[in-house]
């Protein structure tokens, strides 16, 4: 691997997101908002960081969003190019279709962790090992919801075991964590045209094949923000300062709070850390914070309470209501007085009627 390699990725970005419905039936998981950017701006701005900056992504459902949203990410510091499914391909085949596009050694990225892992020393790391597939690993408290990786001392893959059964014994608390660093040969080896899994088929494959590979880890944070309460989660994180990061959220920052323009109403109703996008107005004693995010043009009626909450644009909270650890999206409508919380999570356009109890 020469010094200028692994300046280019891949994303996975071609999943349906179930987990994460109702949200991703509005839209498509790679760009559900996080603190009001597009999730993948964070992986984007992320990579750029360190040194990559040619960015491939793979997709197949709802890639209208995904442009819509990033474009060519010229705007983000790296240029993105957009490899579609007719028909999904899973995570293997996925990079395997885009493998064309490809040359040297590549990062590829599941599109839904967010972290701010160092991916400059994992390309050292690869490099200073001769190995021709890096997998980056985290450790977890429970580990069964994920794809268990084992290796010995010297970080050599020993073996790959997706989500076990409850009577399987753990034997590592470390988990894939859905960013790799691979030679595009071996990507190539992959059967071209049907569904094939990088974890069930093509690491099994290569570790059968004694092929170089490793598993390698750092302190960083990482979270599969695919489930709602991980997307929540991952925002107040971001809000808490958790996640290293150069992505700011769009407006400028005052008192803790950022305002993407003057909000109609007084800011001494927002307390930070709270993310307040273009429009909004907050009404009379009404309580914005802490820990929230308002998309662009909600209406917290008089008196409402918003804190621990995510609202995606143009959500109107009614007078008096109070909204606590959950996730509204685009246009949803809260009664007055309503009470909306542990994680519950609203689809688009969803009207909760006046003094509702959802959650509580
Ligand atoms: P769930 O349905 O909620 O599990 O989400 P998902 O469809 O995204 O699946 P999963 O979380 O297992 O996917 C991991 C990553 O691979 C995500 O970034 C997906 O977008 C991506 N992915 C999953 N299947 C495909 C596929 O067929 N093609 C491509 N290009 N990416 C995929």
Known sequence: MSGADATQAVILAGGQGTRLRPLTLARAKPVVPLLNRPFLAYQLALLRDHGVTDVILACSYRVDDVREA???????GVHLRYVIETEPLGTGGGVRNAVDLMRGTVFVLNGDVLTDADLTVMRRFHQANGSRATIFLVPVADPRAYGLVETDAAGRLLRFREKPTADEPITTNMINAGIYLIDAELLRRMPAGRAVSIEREFFPQLIAEGVPSFGFTTPAYWRDIGSPS??????????DGRVRTTLMPPGERHDGAWLESAVCGSTDRITGPAVVGDGVEIGRGARVGPRAVLGS???????????????WEGVCVGEGARLTNCV??????????????????????AVVADRARLGV
Do not use: F, K, S
């Open 328 to 349: 509204v999206a685009t246009d949803a409508h809260i009664g007055a007085h309503a009470e909306i919380g542990a994680d519950v999570v609203l689809e688009p356009g």
């Open 230 to 239: 991980a997307y929540r989660a991952a925002q107040m994180d971001l809000l």
């Open 297 to 311: 043009g909600c209406r917290i009626g008089a008196g409402a309470h918003v804190e621990n909450a995510v609202l």
């Open 70 to 76: 990033l474009g060519h990410a010229e705007h983000l």
